[in-house]
Nanobody, 123 residues
Framework: QLAESGGGSVQAGGSLRLSCAAS????????MGWFRQVPGGKREGIAV???????RYAESVEGRFTISKDSAQDTIYLQMNNLKPEDTAMYLC???????????????????WGQGTQVTVSS
């Protein structure tokens, strides 16, 4: 199970930090990361981190967002800085075992998804 927190509303240029805690993780090798989706739009993989600490980002957030993890608690964080109105979306956390960061961002987390947390950025 995955539980997200930390969404909200912020003005452009502001920052937010999202958290995602995983419970009952079956294997110790996995990727966890974040996707986002707007109504009627395609789900976009934006940031991922694997159990070795390797990270990967979508071009749309590179340099503004930072993903990190607390391995002891199977929790990841997404620090979002310099937020833009186009970052407005539902942000979803996902986990997938035995995959690569590149595949995770493209094909999605196959093992579990969180319910999502809304991020709204006003201009």
């Amino acid at each position: 199970q995955l539980a997200e927190s930390g969404g909200g509303s912020v003005q452009a240029g502001g920052s937010l930090r999202l958290s995602c805690a995983a419970s009952d993780v079956a294997y110790r090798k996995y990727c966890m990361g974040w996707f986002r989706q707007v109504p009627g739009g395609k789900r976009e993989g934006i940031a991922v981190i694997d159990t070795d600490g390797t990270t990967r980002y979508a071009e749309s957030v590179e340099g503004r967002f930072t993903i990190s993890k607390d391995s002891a608690q199977d929790t990841i964080y997404l620090q979002m800085n310099n937020l833009k109105p186009e970052d407005t979306a539902m942000y979803l956390c996902a986990i997938e075992f035995f995959t690569t960061p590149a595949d995770f961002l493209v094909y999605g987390g196959k093992n579990a998804w969180g319910q999502g947390t809304q991020v709204t950025v006003s201009s």
